[in-house]
C-alpha cells in the first residue's frame, strides 16, 4: 500500500460546487464506469451542496489511487459547524432542516462501497466516503488489520515532503512513515528514494531498514522516519525510529508513546541502533504522525471515535491538529 496525496479544496460559497464537481468528474472518468462516474458526481454534489448549507465553510479532501490493482476513489468532508444533531434520523430519506428533499446522506450511503459519519455539537462532522467500480466491492481486512494514510501537502504545495507505504506478508506487516527534511521537492525527493529503497528492502528488521536507508540516501536533504513491523506469529510490534515522528500505541483511552533516536537519516542517526518491542492487542490502533500534526491531542474529547474506520481518526488529527504550516501526515493502523 502507498501513499497517495489527498488533494484539498477550501470550498467556502456555492459556486466552488460546480467547478470541484468538474474537477473531479474529470480525474475519475478514465478509471470508472460511464454509471459508477455519475455516481459519485452526485455524492461530489451532495458532500459539498450539504457542506454549503450546514456550514457554510469546510474543506473536501479526495485522492485516486490503487490498492491490490483495483482503483480507488476516496473524498472526506470536513466542517467546523454545528454538527448533525440526530445522525441516525439524518440518514433516513425524507429528513430535512433547510426544506429540501432530505435524499443527500441516504444517497451518499447507498451510492458509496463504503461511508461513515462523525458529528459532535458545535464541533462539526467529518464525512468519509469509498468508491470501487465495483458497486458490490466490500473493503477488506488483511490479518486482522485496518491501515489507514492521511496526507496532505502543506496549504499553497502542490507535492508533500511526507510519504508513507505499508507492505504486507502472510507472516508479518511493516509500516514505513517518513519526513523529509523542510517542504517541497527536495523533501519529497528525499522520502521517495527512502520509500523506494523499503519497497526493495528483503528484511523485516526496523533498524536495519533504517540503516540501508540511510547508507543510500548521502545525496539528499535527509529525513526523520520509523518503522514498524507487526509478526502476526508472535504477536509483537518491533519499532524504531529517528527524528520527530510521533508513534503512539492506543487501546481505549490507554496510550503508550515510542520515544525517537535523535538524528536526520542521510545524515547521521545512532551508531547503535535498537528495537523496542512492544505486545500487539485487539483493538490496537498504531498511530503515527508528521510534525506537521500536533502531538498534545486527547481522545476523550472523541467520544466513541475508535469504534469507527481509522481515516475518521486520521480525519480528526488533521482537522483540529493540523499545524497548516508542513506537510500533514496522519499513519493509523487498527488491529480488529
Not at 479544496?9 to 462516474?37: A, C, D, G, M, Q
Not at 523496542?276 to 500534526?293: A, P, V
Request: charged share 25%; aromatic share 8%.
Amino acid at each position: 500500500m502507498d501513499n497517495i496525496l489527498f488533494q484539498s479544496y477550501i470550498i467556502e460559497e456555492r459556486s466552488y460546487v460546480s467547478f470541484i464537481k468538474r474537477e473531479i468528474h474529470n480525474l475519475v472518468r478514465p478509471h470508472f464506469s460511464e454509471t459508477r462516474t455519475a455516481e459519485i458526481d452526485i455524492v461530489v454534489s451532495e458532500m459539498t451542496s450539504n457542506l454549503i448549507k450546514h456550514a457554510q465553510k469546510g474543506e473536501l479532501l479526495y485522492r485516486l489511487s490503487e490498492e491490490d490493482d483495483e482503483t480507488v476513489f476516496e473524498m472526506m468532508c470536513i466542517d467546523n459547524g454545528v454538527g448533525i444533531k440526530d445522525l441516525n434520523n439524518a440518514m433516513k430519506d425524507g429528513v430535512s432542516t433547510k426544506a429540501t428533499l432530505g435524499q443527500g446522506i441516504g444517497a451518499i450511503i447507498r451510492l458509496s462501497n463504503f461511508s461513515q459519519f462523525y458529528t459532535l455539537p458545535n464541533w462539526g462532522t467529518i464525512a468519509y466516503t469509498v468508491f470501487y467500480n465495483d458497486p458490490g466491492h466490500n473493503m477488506r481486512t488483511k490479518k486482522n488489520i485496518l491501515a489507514r494514510i492521511l496526507n496532505v501537502a502543506k496549504p499553497g504545495e502542490n507535492v508533500s515532503g511526507d510519504n508513507a507505504c505499508i507492505k504486507s506478508y502472510p507472516d508479518k506487516t511493516i509500516v514505513f512513515v517518513g519526513d523529509g527534511l523542510g517542504h517541497g521537492h527536495h523533501a519529497k525527493d528525499a522520502v521517495d528514494k527512502a520509500i523506494a529503497i523499503f519497497k526493495e528492502s528483503m528484511s523485516g528488521d526496523p533498524s536495519e531498514i533504517i540503516k540501508e536507508i540511510n547508507k543510500n540516501l548521502k545525496h539528499t536533504r535527509g529525513l526523520v522516519a520509523t518503522i514498524a513491523t507487526l509478526d502476526h506469529q508472535t504477536k509483537q510490534w518491533e519499532l524504531c525510529g529517528v527524528g520527530n515522528i510521533s508513534t503512539r500505541f492506543q487501546k481505549g483511552l490507554e496510550n503508550k508513546n515510542y520515544i525517537c533516536n535523535n538524528g536526520i537519516i542521510g545524515f547521521n542517526i545512532p551508531t547503535r541502533l535498537e528495537n523496542s518491542r512492544h505486545e500487539m492487542e485487539k483493538f490496537q490502533q498504531l498511530i503515527l504522525c508528521s510534525d506537521g500534526i500536533k502531538t498534545r491531542w486527547d481522545l476523550v474529547k472523541y467520544p466513541g471515535v475508535l469504534k469507527y474506520d481509522p481515516m475518521i481518526l486520521a480525519g480528526i488529527l488533521y482537522k483540529d491538529h493540523g499545524r497548516q504550516t508542513d506537510d500533514m501526515t496522519a499513519v493509523i493502523v487498527k488491529v480488529v
